[in-house]
DNA sequence: GATGAATGAGAGTTCATTCAT
DNA sequence: AATGAATGAACTCTCATTCAT
């Protein structure tokens, strides 16, 4: 009986929260790998627990996916957030854009986590603090002279999400990328 | 009779050819609006046929979808060369481009027949013919002065492709659609 | 210094004892309102300890079910001994039964206990004690001719336990008990 | 069973309706010796035939366990209109009640089908014509003298079940059932 | 060729039980 | 003694695929 302080997330074992995060870990790997129809099993024998672990710590399926695409999106805020504070105006938002469609290449996750619509996925509001670093690095931008001022942060996340899936699904290679991002960021330019 | 792009398909008889088509047709609807984890037996059901026949006329769920996606890479592939026919050749490019990403807010398969690399469907260059009337499109609105000189063919198919799966999974409304597909076109534009 | 029934149970920490107790209580709930098929860990829940502890006091969940229903029984044998002790004779039987049906129809678990047999948990012959006071009821009330002399203290627990259970799983409401009972008494009473 | 007669179930494939018996055959004996609780594989082997036929067959294990109680209630109802054709009014009741009572001493699910509002499987109404032929026993019963007036058909049903649910997780042995039975008897038979 | 019943390998999920903390 | 995380067998149910009719 541990006086469980009324929050919400009372502080996990040690051992619990090291087997969290490598089942979070090994999902992330494993859904990025095969798609969001890959098995939990896989995701399990992955992070070295049993089934039954994984299904303590994510009572469905469908949760676990939602922690993953959660810490995946706390991740890139935090690095949209970085940017912002240090970087240059004018750039950061290429910047950041341009690493983001580099990594979806990899990560058959991510894009989903860009699009609170798309998935049935509540994520409790997690996009939010996300859009919002897009949004400074767009107004920033738009500050210096690099973006068209009409441009709103609604169709930065939408060719955001459309670049990240087309890099992941159509496998494009490093070159096929740059020069596709290269027309998008003219477009975000140019009138 | 038939022309038959492989080896020793001998003429359907008048009904297997009926059930073919409507097995095509049932699929794909079905997967356009479930997506393709749907199950082979909706299709059959929608079909009107028993799942034997589905199985007889495509060995494999895989092969049923590789089918879908050539029929609908086909039907596209005529409206483009429609397009290339007798548009503007100026906007012909543009007017393509729109038009396939408002379709693909409804279809749930389309994106995945523009990306040969990114299914691992093989469907033995469907998509050759395809990409060639992009290309004509663009070399006309290259000519046209429409499209900027050094944009590709590899980018535009990138770039279709990106758009029709934000479209889909990102549930644009027509509004934000236009809005995202005016960047695009400026970026095609514009150095 | 606590009477035990077998062999070397040791004397209990007190707060041992005292969770021992808790889980009883608990389990008799929860077995109560959801059945036997209830989760061990709802009734350590209920109990406000951990699952660990429960399999300490009880190490399988055939020993708590075995455990909740002598706790029962228990009770049951000592209200039937104060209606021995002074209950009206020719009454005291048909009152014991009403009420024990009666309280059937909110338990899961009570009639089980009446039936050795019928589990297949062996109880160390906690019915024992219970049969003997049914024994005395009966015998008092055939000495007050309200019960026919041929009746054995078989078929009143019988009877018994065939009520209970329809009761629980039947669903009777108060009148459907009251009109059936009273069947059962007259066939008590008459030859 | 009977050729489905009713509503809208086309006719069966000769293989389909064997298999079909087979798996109610197997799973009355299955839940029968196991209750409720045994597992749709073991049902599955017994029947000899692979698991996914069972689930063809009935889609969920509720509607397994609804329909081996169907028939169940439609064999029982069966007999009751047998002996109310030509058995002896006096004697009818009291002779169908006992085998009924025998018979469970075997079954572990002829209770449940005795009880629409104990189960939560609803039957469809199953259990209208079986309490009709109850009802009709009654009557005669009553109409030669066998039988108290004041009793109904509610309280006859009643008694059947709990006497069935007695026998069954009672245990009892033939003997007990006759003794229990005849107190029942006499209770239906006197005021 | 068409039919649709049968197959059986998995998938997600639960829960009694064990054991490190 | 108590805790609660980990285990893994078992269960219900799905679906691509095969094959007797």
Redesign the interface.
């Known amino acids: 009986?541990v006086a469980s302080s009324a929050g919400e997330t009372r502080p996990l074992r040690a051992d619990a929260r090291r087997n969290r995060e490598r089942i979070l870990g090994a999902a992330g790997a494993v859904f990025a790998e095969h798609g969001p129809?890959a098995s939990t099993e896989q995701v399990a024998e992955r992070a070295g627990v049993a089934i039954g672990t994984v299904f303590r710590h994510f009572p469905t399926k469908r949760d676990l996916l939602q922690a993953i695409m959660k810490d995946l999106l706390a991740r890139l805020t935090a690095e949209a957030t970085a940017l912002a504070a240090d970087g240059d105006p004018a750039t950061a938002l290429f910047t950041f854009f341009a690493r983001l469609v580099e990594q979806s290449a990899n990560q058959k996750t991510v894009?989903?986590s860009?699009?609170e619509?798309?998935?049935d996925l509540p994520m409790a509001g997690a996009v939010g603090p996300f859009r919002d670093q897009i949004a400074t690095l767009l107004e920033r931008a738009q500050a210096a002279g690099a973006v068209r001022p009409g441009?709103?942060t609604?169709?930065v996340m939408?060719?955001l999400?459309?670049?990240c899936?087309?890099?992941?699904?159509?496998?494009?290679d490093a070159d096929?990328r740059g020069?596709?991002l290269?027309?998008?960021?003219?477009?975000?330019?140019?009138?």
């Open positions: 009986m129809a894009i989903e860009l699009t619509t798309g998935t441009v709103r609604d169709e939408a060719l999400a459309a670049q899936q087309g890099a992941l699904h159509g496998g494009w096929l020069r596709t290269a027309i998008v960021f003219a477009g975000l330019r140019h009138p």
